[in-house]
Antibody, heavy 122, light 106 residues
Framework: EVQLLESGGGLVQPGGSLRLSCAASGFTFSNYAMTWVRQAPGKGLEWVSAIINSGGSTYYADSVKGRFTISRDNSKNTLYLQMNSLRAEDTAVYYC???????????????WGQGTLVTVSS | EIVLTQSPATLSLSPGERATLSCRASQSVSTYLAWYQQKPGQAPRLLIYDASNRATGIPARFSGSGSGTDFTLTISSLEPEDFAVYYCQQRTTWPQFGPGTKVDIK
């Protein structure tokens, strides 16, 4: 059974940093691209970032480019999102999701974690 | 940038009725379109990919159609568990989601 378990969310002040993790199991992690999608309270889904299976290429939405860094450790089956210079508008539930393809920054997402809430507020 | 619009914003129907949801792209996305279902407090679930292919374990009452700029998700006969928000997503450039259609109980 595929499982994705996010952690690392919480309350952070504007300008602060946070690192999210997503532990994957039930599939060959190194064979698939992974992504982060966020959802602000009461709003729709917004793609944030993606990384191909090897970690060799990464992709970002314009709204987070230069502030967020996606990475993965295939030996630990874990996906990360380092978030710096956080703003109030980054407040959202952050989901990690498994891509349906390996070597592309854009795909569909067939498995999702339960999400972790990031709140940026003073 | 491709913009996805979904209509209607809200669809009020009764169990057993047919639901027809629309997703329109500002430029062609070929058949690179997916549909997701999201219930309150839950993560999205992939229903349809490549416009018309049901994902693993998705009931046959869900079907997708369309190509280019106009797409439709049809639920042939609504079950109580189908009342949720539905999002379309294109993957031609970067992943982008539509604003969603809420299907609620009439």
């Amino acid at each position: 059974e595929v499982q994705l378990l996010e952690s690392g969310g919480g309350l952070v002040q504007p300008g602060g940093s946070l690192r999210l993790s997503c532990a994957a199991s039930g599939f060959t992690f190194s064979n698939y691209a992974m992504t982060w999608v966020r959802q602000a309270p009461g709003k729709g889904l917004e793609w944030v970032s993606a990384i191909i299976n090897s970690g060799g290429s990464t992709y970002y939405a314009d709204s987070v480019k230069g502030r967020f860094t996606i990475s993965r450790d295939n030996s630990k089956n874990t996906l990360y999102l380092q978030m710096n210079s956080l703003r109030a508008e980054d407040t959202a539930v952050y989901y990690c999701a498994k891509g349906t393809k390996a070597v592309t920054g854009t795909s569909y997402f067939d498995y999702w974690g339960q999400g972790t809430l990031v709140t940026v507020s003073s | 940038e491709i913009v996805l619009t979904q209509s209607p914003a809200t669809l009020s129907l009764s169990p057993g009725e047919r639901a027809t949801l629309s997703c329109r792209a500002s430029q062609s996305v070929s058949t690179y379109l997916a549909w997701y279902q999201q219930k309150p407090g839950q993560a999205p679930r992939l229903l349809i990919y490549d416009a018309s292919n049901r994902a693993t374990g998705i009931p046959a009452r869900f079907s997708g159609s369309g190509s280019g700029t106009d797409f439709t998700l049809t639920i042939s006969s609504l079950e109580p568990e189908d009342f949720a928000v539905y999002y379309c997503q294109q993957r031609t450039t970067w992943p982008q989601f539509g604003p969603g259609t809420k299907v609620d109980i009439k």
